[in-house]
Protein backbone atom coordinates (compact mmCIF):
# COMPACT_ATOMS: atom_id res chain seq x y z
CA UNK A 1 0.00 0.00 0.00
CA UNK A 2 1.24 2.98 -1.18
CA UNK A 3 -0.04 6.43 0.69
CA UNK A 4 0.26 10.00 -0.93
CA UNK A 5 -0.62 13.33 1.58
CA UNK A 6 -1.70 16.30 -0.10
CA UNK A 7 -3.09 19.65 0.25
CA UNK A 8 -1.36 21.76 2.49
CA UNK A 9 -0.27 24.91 2.84
CA UNK A 10 -0.45 28.81 4.66
CA UNK A 11 -3.76 29.62 6.05
CA UNK A 12 -4.66 32.30 8.52
CA UNK A 13 -5.47 31.53 12.15
CA UNK A 14 -9.12 30.60 12.11
CA UNK A 15 -9.17 29.16 9.03
CA UNK A 16 -10.09 26.50 7.61
CA UNK A 17 -8.05 23.47 5.40
CA UNK A 18 -8.77 20.38 4.02
CA UNK A 19 -6.16 17.76 3.35
CA UNK A 20 -6.00 14.75 1.49
CA UNK A 21 -4.68 10.87 1.42
CA UNK A 22 -4.52 9.34 -1.34
CA UNK A 23 -4.28 5.25 -1.44
CA UNK A 24 -3.06 3.11 -3.91
CA UNK A 25 -1.84 -0.85 -4.13
CA UNK A 26 -4.43 -2.09 -2.01
CA UNK A 27 -8.08 -3.02 -0.84
CA UNK A 28 -9.17 0.43 0.10
CA UNK A 29 -12.11 0.07 1.85
CA UNK A 30 -10.32 -2.98 4.19
CA UNK A 31 -7.87 -0.09 5.51
CA UNK A 32 -8.19 1.81 8.36
CA UNK A 33 -6.56 5.16 7.95
CA UNK A 34 -4.73 7.20 10.57
CA UNK A 35 -3.59 11.48 10.62
CA UNK A 36 -0.64 12.23 13.00
CA UNK A 37 1.21 15.32 13.16
CA UNK A 38 4.74 16.47 13.94
CA UNK A 39 5.63 19.73 14.99
CA UNK A 40 9.06 21.39 15.01
CA UNK A 41 11.19 19.21 17.79
CA UNK A 42 8.85 17.59 18.92
CA UNK A 43 6.96 13.50 18.77
CA UNK A 44 4.68 12.74 16.43
CA UNK A 45 1.00 12.45 17.83
CA UNK A 46 -2.09 11.39 17.06
CA UNK A 47 -4.80 13.44 15.57
CA UNK A 48 -7.62 11.55 13.87
CA UNK A 49 -8.80 8.01 12.68
CA UNK A 50 -11.11 6.82 10.50
CA UNK A 51 -12.09 2.73 10.61
CA UNK A 52 -12.28 0.50 7.76
CA UNK A 53 -15.65 0.54 5.68
CA UNK A 54 -17.69 -2.07 6.89
CA UNK A 55 -21.32 -3.94 5.86
CA UNK A 56 -22.00 -3.84 9.31
CA UNK A 57 -21.21 -1.20 11.35
CA UNK A 58 -20.25 1.24 8.88
CA UNK A 59 -17.59 3.08 9.03
CA UNK A 60 -16.15 5.44 12.65
CA UNK A 61 -14.16 8.21 13.44
CA UNK A 62 -11.74 8.96 16.58
CA UNK A 63 -10.47 12.84 17.56
CA UNK A 64 -7.72 13.63 19.82
CA UNK A 65 -8.72 15.70 22.17
CA UNK A 66 -6.53 18.63 20.93
CA UNK A 67 -8.80 18.52 17.78
CA UNK A 68 -12.52 17.24 19.08
CA UNK A 69 -15.49 19.77 17.23
CA UNK A 70 -12.73 21.05 15.00
CA UNK A 71 -11.34 18.30 12.43
CA UNK A 72 -13.54 16.03 10.74
CA UNK A 73 -12.05 13.07 9.47
CA UNK A 74 -14.01 11.13 6.55
CA UNK A 75 -13.11 8.78 3.19
CA UNK A 76 -14.27 8.33 -0.12
CA UNK A 77 -13.63 4.50 -1.02
CA UNK A 78 -14.94 5.21 -4.87
CA UNK A 79 -11.21 8.00 -4.81
CA UNK A 80 -9.39 5.47 -2.48
CA UNK A 81 -9.11 9.04 -0.64
CA UNK A 82 -9.36 10.02 3.07
CA UNK A 83 -9.72 13.64 4.17
CA UNK A 84 -8.98 15.63 6.76
CA UNK A 85 -11.21 18.54 7.31
CA UNK A 86 -9.46 21.13 9.86
CA UNK A 87 -11.91 23.92 10.83
CA UNK A 88 -10.94 26.77 13.47
CA UNK A 89 -7.45 26.70 12.78
CA UNK A 90 -5.08 27.60 15.61
CA UNK A 91 -1.19 28.62 15.44
CA UNK A 92 -0.35 25.47 17.33
CA UNK A 93 -2.44 23.44 14.65
CA UNK A 94 1.30 24.00 12.71
CA UNK A 95 2.92 20.34 11.98
CA UNK A 96 3.71 18.41 9.06
CA UNK A 97 0.80 16.00 8.92
CA UNK A 98 1.25 12.23 7.92
CA UNK A 99 -1.18 9.86 7.18
CA UNK A 100 -1.02 6.11 7.75
CA UNK A 101 -2.84 2.98 6.77
CA UNK A 102 -3.33 -0.32 8.44
CA UNK A 103 -5.45 -3.44 7.60
CA UNK A 104 -7.33 -3.69 10.43
CA UNK A 105 -11.15 -4.23 11.96
CA UNK A 106 -10.37 -1.94 15.13
CA UNK A 107 -12.63 0.73 15.51
CA UNK A 108 -12.59 4.06 17.79
CA UNK A 109 -10.09 4.88 20.31
CA UNK A 110 -7.85 1.63 19.69
CA UNK A 111 -6.91 3.37 16.07
CA UNK A 112 -5.12 5.86 18.30
CA UNK A 113 -2.86 2.83 19.87
CA UNK A 114 -2.30 1.00 16.92
CA UNK A 115 0.92 -0.10 14.95
CA UNK A 116 0.20 1.64 11.50
CA UNK A 117 1.96 -0.69 8.82
CA UNK A 118 1.74 1.95 6.00
CA UNK A 119 3.06 5.63 5.93
CA UNK A 120 2.86 8.47 3.82
CA UNK A 121 5.24 11.07 3.42
CA UNK A 122 3.76 14.80 5.23
CA UNK A 123 2.14 17.75 4.18
CA UNK A 124 3.37 20.86 5.72
CA UNK A 125 -0.01 22.81 7.62
CA UNK A 126 1.22 26.24 8.51
CA UNK A 127 -1.10 27.90 11.05
CA UNK A 128 -0.27 31.82 10.73
CA UNK A 129 -1.15 34.28 13.94
Known amino acids: VQLQASGGGLIQAGGSLTISCAAS????????VGWFRQAPGKERYFVAA????????????FYSDSVKGRFTVSRDNAKNTVYLQMNSLKPEDTAVYYC???????????????????WGQGTQVTVSS
Open 50 to 61: ISRSSSRRGTST
Open 100 to 118: AADVTEHAGPVLGRIKYDY
Open 25 to 32: GGTFSRLA
